[in-house]
């Protein structure tokens, strides 16, 4: 029996509700350029010191995937928002990949960066970080042509719906790994909908394939223009307890405490954590 049909056994919500209604709704106001300001330009965007929040993502991204064992043809970014930095370890690793996000003003963001176009967000310090740390020799350009081929599609999702790409077979499924940096907690309105939305996108992935995910660490809100946006607060050992209801061993996770000059009055979050996990075979 899978996590949801536990819980639905348990009499838990469906998924569906005002709450999520109210997610939704507030999204429509969201403001990817305002977005990417406020958390990929500098300060948090300043990648110079290795202490800080943008190095240290970089890095566990880089070392997962250094491992070896996230390896595979398909991947899929579950609720890429207006970024693609959380893909650039992971291009290399992956010939299909596929980005994702419930809006379309975000979906248009990517295409902007992946068609490079005028005015599209300029990652490219993020590249030249990315190839420093992983030490291969590669021109950032290199890499970013690598990701910009790779990348395959850009498709709607929801993850509160038990499929969350729909029914029209756009992405090859199952993938071999997925990939999703501050998604689940800022789109679930509260922990049990941060756990449905964890066994919805679990279906995405085959058994013994591998989730790779960020997210910020007791959060309750944060700003993208003028939306303000409830987050739902997990702690550590509630993203833990949430992978393994959904059939996971938890491989690695690790945690950031955000310093006290990259809280910029944006949001309230305390820190990210990491999280490198594997689906069971059989559950």
Known sequence: MSGTDRRQAAGAAPDSGPGLAAVASAYQRFEPRAYLRNNYAPPRGDLSCPDGVGPWKLRCLAQTFATGEVSGRTL????SGPTIYQLLSACAHFEDITMTDFLEVNRQELRLWLREEPGAFDWSVYSQHVCLIEGKGESWQE????LRA?????LPIDVHRPQPLGTGG??????DALVSAFCLEAVSPDLASFQRAL??????LRPGGHLLLIGALEESWYLAGEARLAVVPVREAEVREALVQSGYEVRDLRTYTMPAHLRTG??????????????????
């Open 143 to 146: 890499k970013e042509r690598q």
């Open 76 to 79: 899929i970014d579950i609720g």
């Open 199 to 204: 066994d919805h996108i679990t279906t995405l």
């Open 266 to 283: 944006v949001d309230d979050v305390k820190g990210i954590f990491f999280t490198w996990a594997q689906k069971k075979v059989g559950v």
């Open 150 to 154: 790779r990348v395959k599609r850009i």
């Open 170 to 175: 756009l992405a090859p499924l199952p993938a």
